[in-house]
């Protein structure tokens, strides 16, 4: 009788293909993770990059609303320090006076709104008050200027003054700040102030001619306010005018334009 030699085969594994299958895709599920965190890393590398190389962040910062660069220097000494000693950034915040150099003139022409083409500094100098002007670019934290209705209104070059919250902080930094970019060193100045607040009957009012040796900023005009406080009055925020007699106000953006014309 033949005996059986051959080994016993063993049954089946049932659960082969699924284990095989949950390996694969447990390892498909960490090469995903590993390739997000490799990404993650990458993208914050390069945001380190940019952030620690000065040019592009002061690039970056320039463009940032005024506000908000004002707000960027609590976010770390690098910027702050980095925002304080850069011209530019010190420009746009209107610490530093920028000269703008674009000039204008005004143009009449019959049964149409004069407008304003765009001349070169020695025809500036050679041109006739009221006739030529240079570019300024209000300061929008301290001013309201309504740059469209000014050109159908010529030769109105005026801006109201914004409220301050913290306009009795003497310390305050906006008080450093200019009025307009270019600065001008002479404007007319227009408020109203009363005995006490809204009594309509004493109402009282100034205009001024105020000239600045150093660029007329805002504390400077402060020490005006201060001053007719002082003396017992109410001054009236609401009623405050500042008209430059020279200037022809735009935004960054216009300073290329070859031409303003508001008969278009």
């Given at each position: 009788m033949a005996s059986s030699t051959g080994k016993k085969r063993s049954a089946p594994d049932s659960e082969g293909p699924a284990v095989t299958t949950a390996i694969k895709r447990r390892r498909r599920t960490d090469f995903g993770c590993s390739s997000m965190i490799t990404r993650s890393q990458t993208l914050s590398a390069a945001r380190n990059a940019v952030l620690h190389t000065t040019e592009l962040l002061e690039n970056i910062l320039y463009f940032l609303p005024m506000k908000d660069l004002l707000f960027a220097q609590r976010v770390c000494m690098k910027w702050r320090e980095l925002i304080q000693r850069s011209i530019p950034l010190q420009e746009a915040l209107f610490f530093r006076p920028k000269e703008l150099n674009v000039f204008w003139k005004v143009v009449e022409e019959a049964d149409m709104l004069p407008k304003a083409v765009k001349i070169s500094r020695e025809q500036y100098m050679q041109g006739s008050p009221g006739e030529v002007f240079q570019t300024a670019i209000p300061n929008e934290m301290l001013c309201d200027t309504d740059l469209t209705f000014e050109l159908f209104h010529w030769p109105s070059r005026s801006t109201y003054l914004l409220p301050q919250p913290s306009s009795t902080?003497?310390?305050?930094?906006?008080?450093?700040?200019?009025?307009?970019?270019?600065?001008?060193?002479?404007?007319?100045?227009?408020?109203?102030?009363?005995?006490?607040?809204?009594?309509?009957?004493?109402?009282?009012?100034?205009?001024?001619?105020?000239?600045?040796?150093?660029?007329?900023?805002?504390?400077d005009l402060m020490a005006h306010f201060e001053a007719t406080e002082a003396e017992g009055n109410y001054v009236d925020w609401d009623s405050h005018e500042l008209t430059f007699p020279g200037a022809l106000f735009m935004v960054e953006e216009e300073l290329e334009i070859g031409e303003v014309d508001p008969n278009c």
């Open positions: 902080h003497p310390e305050a930094s906006w008080r450093r700040m200019l009025f307009a970019q270019a600065p001008f060193c002479e404007f007319k100045f227009y408020c109203e102030h009363s005995e006490e607040p809204g009594r309509e009957s004493v109402r009282d009012c100034a205009l001024e001619m105020i000239s600045f040796p150093d660029k007329s900023r805002a504390g």
